[in-house]
């Protein structure tokens, strides 16, 4: 969807910003730009809506020059998301998100209503249009950035540090609303940011850059934990990036065995005293708490007992979730559930630490070296 070919851009001072850059963005993935301040990854998104001219090189765009097209009606036809959501303040919530149809010359009405589908989509409610931009907190408006970009339905989504500027809790929920409306609308997607952990958490590709405006490595995250080019990358991703690697990799196929567990209305009584460790749930089979038989009372029922906390994981949860669960759960085992939450078995400690080894050492084996400069 977007080459660039030889790109070069140097400013009137002398600086040069982005040097010598090729690199293609695949259409329909999320192609995350990192580096520190001042390497360029700004630049190299400014220049694909033009907002920015490059200095030579050509940048493509579905397959067209862009310095071919005029420079506003390109823009238009790209959505671009910014860290402060850089909202109309004196506009409603609806008639900011209707700006770029309006542009392009769709009628009020028909504006409105497309504003008023995607105030949804993001997961706003509809009395939200009738506000303005101060009566929202930082999340709020940054998801109304999102739902603007995407308002005339451009084929490219631009996002230049567009969560920064939240707290951390938000800023999980933004990504997880981002990764939901990536699967189901499948935008050309560029973000910059600076934070690797977000950008291993959302890209398909990670292009890291460095001061200079140098393309260092493009790839895949996996491949790019596994084996990053050379000391500036492996710098960049920091000492954790064998657990950032978990953080990718699915607990589907560690094997897991019965659990010991008993329904929350049965007699303590019932409870097999050989097995220290029982999870107690609830009548339609999902966890409620660890029961520790060793200080439990003899009588009662289970529900009654005092229980420590349990948090279940699924199959599509990640290894790196799965060894957080083996050090904070008391019996050393993590409950695993069903989709619907239904208690399905139990996995031990020494079965994780194996597969997290295993996905490490099959990670590193197998990823081809990327693009590197």
């Not at 920015?52 to 959505?79: H, M, N, P, W, Y």
């Not at 995250?221 to 690697?245: C, M, T």
Request: glycine residues 8%; charged residues 20%; aromatic residues 4%.
């Amino acid at each position: 969807m977007i080459e660039f070919e030889a790109v070069h851009k140097r400013f009137p001072n002398g600086t040069t910003a982005v040097h010598d850059l090729t690199l293609d963005m695949p259409e329909g993935q999320i192609t995350v730009l990192v580096g520190s301040s001042g390497c360029g990854k700004t630049t190299t998104l400014r220049m694909i809506n033009r907002m920015v001219d490059q200095t030579s090189g050509t940048i493509r765009l579905a397959g067209k020059d862009i310095l071919q097209a005029d420079a506003a009606e390109l823009r238009r036809g790209i959505g671009y998301v910014i860290q402060q959501s850089g909202l109309f303040p004196h506009r409603t919530i609806l008639d900011n998100v209707a700006t770029v149809p309006l542009l392009l010359g769709w009628g009020r009405k028909k504006a409105r209503a497309r504003a008023a589908e995607l105030l949804e989509t993001v997961g706003l409610t509809a009395d939200t249009g009738k506000r303005y931009p101060h009566q929202l907190s930082g999340g709020q408006q940054q998801r109304v950035g999102v739902a603007r970009a995407l308002a005339a339905d451009p084929p490219v989504l631009l996002m230049d540090e567009p969560f920064g500027a939240v707290d951390p809790v938000v800023r999980t929920q933004l990504q997880d609303e981002l990764l939901r409306l990536q699967q189901e609308l499948s935008k050309t997607i560029v973000f910059v940011t600076h934070d690797i952990d977000e950008a291993v958490r959302l890209g398909d590709r990670i292009a890291v850059f460095r001061t200079g405006g140098h393309l260092v490595q493009c790839a895949e995250p996996a491949e790019l934990l596994a084996r990053p080019a050379n000391a500036f990358v492996a710098d960049f991703l920091g000492a954790e990036r064998g657990l950032k690697l978990l953080s990718l990799t699915t607990l589907a196929a560690v094997p897991q065995s019965a659990a010991v567990s008993m329904k929350a209305d049965q007699q303590m009584s019932r409870a097999k005293r050989a097995d220290r460790w029982q999870l107690v749930t609830s009548a339609e089979g999902r966890p409620l708490g660890w029961l520790d038989t060793e200080t439990a009372p003899a009588s009662g029922t289970a529900g009654d007992a005092p229980l420590l906390p349990v948090r279940a994981l699924r199959d599509t949860d990640s290894l790196l979730s799965a060894l957080n669960e083996t050090v904070s759960s008391p019996s050393g085992l993590v409950a695993r559930v069903d989709a619907d939450g239904v208690l399905t078995g139990v996995t031990a400690r020494a079965d994780i630490h194996h597969h997290a080894g295993e996905a490490h050492l099959t990670a590193g084996a197998a990823a081809p070296t990327g693009t590197t400069v």
